[in-house]
């Protein structure tokens, strides 16, 4: 059974850095594309990054190009978002996701979810 678990999200100042960590298990993750989704409080889910397993390719949401960058330790089974520069329209509950093969920037496409860890960053 796969399971995700998600830490690291935290109150913060606008920019200010933090990590999100996703702890993955349950099978082998190498064929797998793994991504981080957000909500904010009223809108819909939104795609926000992710990488190719095996490939280490990965895409970002505009918005966040540049600032954030999401990674993959084998070793530890475990996908990190490394957030910089900080912003309010960052707060959410970000979410880690995970789908095989094809990385998708379609939050719905995803298969297996984490329970989430808030990110706020107050105005």
């Known amino acids: 059974q796969v399971q995700l678990v998600e830490s690291g999200g935290g109150l913060v100042q606008a920019g200010d850095s933090l990590r999100l960590a996703c702890a993955a298990s349950?099978?082998?993750?190498?064929?797998?594309?793994m991504g981080w989704v957000r909500q904010a409080p009223g809108k819909e889910r939104e795609f926000v990054a992710a990488i190719g397993v095996s490939g280490g390719d990965t895409y970002y949401k505009d918005s966040v190009t540049g600032r954030f960058t999401i990674s993959f330790d084998n070793a530890k089974n475990t996908v990190y978002l490394q957030m910089n520069s900080l912003k309010p329209e960052d707060t959410a509950v970000y979410y880690c996701?995970?789908?095989?093969?094809?990385?998708?920037?379609?939050?719905?496409?995803?298969?297996?979810w984490g329970q989430g860890t808030q990110v706020t960053v107050p105005s």
């Open positions: 996701a995970t789908r095989l093969y094809y990385i998708s920037t379609n939050a719905g496409e995803y298969d297996y």
């Open positions: 349950g099978r082998t993750f190498r064929n797998d594309a």
